[in-house]
């Protein structure tokens, strides 16, 4: 296959086009990923063939159809275990779990808890797109409050989660906030989540102008990523405390845990 | 670990948590890796990560657990992916009683994945045979790429036996087939002739795509019928075409028998114990004992069965096995000789019900 731009090589370019609509943030959160991992390449501290790319259900999770490292696609919610199992035996590889505010936060939220409380050695990446993507617009535990869905016609009235506020009272080792309008702090906080041993979570903000935007009045795919970018904020020493997104206020982006906690293989004398 | 286990994942629950943990204490020893997971769920689907990771894995459970992993055994039949699962029954619905058996889960273990498969289950009946068949469960889990049950109950879970245990260097371990063309040319789910596809590990540079969806032999996403037909039926036939592999079964006495006891697990040894106090007071009834509960070994079923009148299954349920001994014997006279028993059903218990048909 002819390579036509730098990063085909990490693609199954024989399964492109991608099936993720126009103006949806996940495709610019998986190429921020992959220029993080061709970097490590390109200085030597990793191989494309020590990659594993796991992922769960939903529109985000469908990344691993098209990363071109040994990937799995496997059910609803349990990435993390599946990434688990494999890294546990093959604690050589780079174990890359990539999913859904739902897959990771919801169906998936207790393996994140423990995944994190065990400083387990994967790098997740969860895009929160603040809506359940694959399946029409339902509302996920991350849609803030008062949001319209196509399960809460009148308004969210559930208070939502705060992953990162959640993962930092854990034992992780890097949990960081980023979003796709500001690509280029994205890609450096995944580059700092590959190099660390133990769990690290970049959670990325990203719209879904389909589903998330339509319901809210941001019909046009650019007013809702300009909307968006709009109320990013980026803080060099964001607090925890004032990290919980309300749909309208500031959403802090930055790094709220950078630790380097011997993590699970270590400890069990695996870690390499 | 005779067969070769490297990698235990579970989640405690009685009566299974003595498998968790022995290994526990003897598997790092050996280079494996043991650990409690926060459910069953994520017990089966890290077994099945470390499966595709290259090593023999396993998880062990009872009712509660089972029913939570049944996604993940779903998962485990469409990605073809080696493991075994202890299943040690106990009395249920619900939590029941924990720590007292029972035969409840034959149809639920067949049946509760969800989709259309062919599944392999051994169901033993002593100490022994709980060593041997588990060996035997990891050579078909490996040599076909299906995940394997192995169906206990709390009294075999609790016994104490004699075992003769064999030397790793003498007991028949099958590991899977690895691919034989380059990496360039390997499809993760293309057949061979036995209908299993040769399997690469994770790490070994084939990139891999292990799918949940439904994929044609590269491992990609196809939704056509043809692609679901194909897939369907190969995973189905792998085991069916394969059967010979995989059936094992024990009759006692059938030959010339009036009637024959069908009856399995820990329940088969009160029958077997009836069967030879009836014919010490010259009852003609034999016993037939199928070790492997799915699929149905209909073949020796029948030979088994031949000469009898009438058949009784007995199952310490309310009757579940029944329904196929029936449809596979459907010109007989067979009989469900349900006896419900938090231990083991006592022959006179068999007797007593039995007795109204003989
Ligand atoms: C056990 C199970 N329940 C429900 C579903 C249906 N389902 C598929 S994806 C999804 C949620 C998708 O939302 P999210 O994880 O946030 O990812 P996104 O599509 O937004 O990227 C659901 C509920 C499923 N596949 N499996």
């Known amino acids: 296959m002819d390579v036509t731009h730098p990063l085909d090589p990490y693609l199954r370019t024989d399964r492109l086009p991608h099936l993720w609509c126009p103006g949806c943030g996940i495709g610019i959160a998986i190429s921020s990923l992959l220029r993080a991992i061709n970097k490590h390449i390109m200085e030597g501290h990793l191989k494309q063939d020590d990659i594993a790319a796991v992922s769960g259900i939903g529109c985000t999770a469908r990344a691993t159809l098209y990363l071109n490292f040994d990937s799995a696609h496997v059910i609803h919610g349990r990435a993390i275990p599946f990434a688990t199992g494999l890294k546990l035996v093959k604690p050589n590889l780079k174990v890359i779990v990539i999913g859904g505010d739902g897959d990771l936060a919801a169906i998936g939220g207790n393996h994140l808890l423990h995944a994190a409380r065990r400083n387990m050695d994967l790098t997740v990446i969860m895009v929160n797109n603040m809506i359940y993507g694959m399946t029409g617009g339902q509302v996920a535990p991350t849609t803030p409050t008062g949001v319209y869905t196509t399960t809460t016609p009148l308004g969210n009235y559930e208070y939502s989660i705060n992953v990162v506020k959640f993962i930092s009272t854990l034992n992780a080792n890097y949990v960081a906030r980023a979003s796709v309008t500001h690509p280029h702090i994205l890609e450096k906080y995944i580059y700092t989540a590959l190099s660390k041993e133990g769990f690290s979570l970049v959670e990325v903000i990203s719209p879904c102008p389909e589903l998330f935007g339509r319901h809210i009045g941001y019909k046009d795919p650019v007013e809702l990523f300009n909307k968006l970018k709009s109320l990013i904020r980026f803080e060099e020493k964001p607090q925890i405390e004032k990290s919980d997104i309300i749909w309208g206020n500031e959403i802090i982006i930055g790094e709220f845990i950078n630790d380097n906690k011997k993590s699970f293989l270590r400890i069990i004398g695996r870690g390499v | ?358």
Do not use: C
Not at chain 2, 56 to 75: D, I, Y
């Open chain 2, 1 to 358: 670990m005779t067969a070769g286990l490297k990698f235990y994942a579970g989640y405690p629950i009685t009566p299974s948590s003595e498998i968790f943990e022995y290994l526990a204490m003897k598997l790092p020893e050996r280079g494996g890796t043991v650990i409690q997971f926060e459910d069953e769920i994520a017990s089966i689907n890290a077994v099945i990560g470390a499966s595709w990771g290259g090593v023999k894995a396993m998880t062990a459970t009872s009712g509660p657990g089972f029913s939570l992993m049944v996604e993940g055994l779903s998962l485990a039949i469409m990605t073809e992916t080696p493991l075994v699962i202890a299943y040690v029954m106990r009395a249920g619905p619900s939590t029941g009683i924990a720590t007292k058996s029972g035969q409840y889960d034959v149809m639920q273990v067949r049946w509760a994945a969800h989709g259309n498969y062919e599944l392999v289950v051994y169901a033993p009946w002593s100490v022994q045979e709980l060593y041997d068949l588990t060996i035997n469960s990891f050579n078909v889990s490996e040599t076909l790429r299906v995940p394997v049950i192995l169906l206990s109950d709390a009294t075999l879970a609790h016994i104490w036996e004699r075992v003769v245990l064999k030397d790793p260097n003498e007991a028949l371990v099958i590991n899977r087939k690895k691919p034989k063309v380059s990496k360039e040319l390997y499809k993760p789910f293309e057949p061979e002739e036995d209908l299993v596809p040769p399997m690469a590990s994770f790490g070994e540079g084939y990139r891999v795509m292990v799918e949940s969806l439904t994929h044609d032999e590269r491992g990609y996403y196809k939704a056509t019928t043809e692609i679901q037909r194909k897939l369907v039926w190969r995973l189905i036939n792998k085991v069916r075409k394969n059967m010979h592999m995989l059936v094992d079964s024990a009759s006692y006495f059938v030959e010339d028998a009036d009637y024959v006891i069908v009856s399995y697990g820990s329940t088969a040894r009160s029958a077997y114990g009836l069967v030879k106090e009836l014919r010490s007071r010259g009852v003609k009834v034999g016993l037939y004992r199928p070790k492997l509960l799915w699929p149905v070994d209909e073949e020796s079923l029948i030979k088994s069965t031949r000469n009898a009148k009438k058949v009784f299954v007995v199952e310490n349920n309310a009757g579940v096995y029944v329904n196929e001994v029936s449809r596979v014997l459907r010109h007989k006279e067979v009989f469900s000789i349900p006896v419900i028993d938090v231990e083991i059903p006592p022959p006179e218990s068999i007797y007593e019900v039995m007795k109204e048909w003989m």
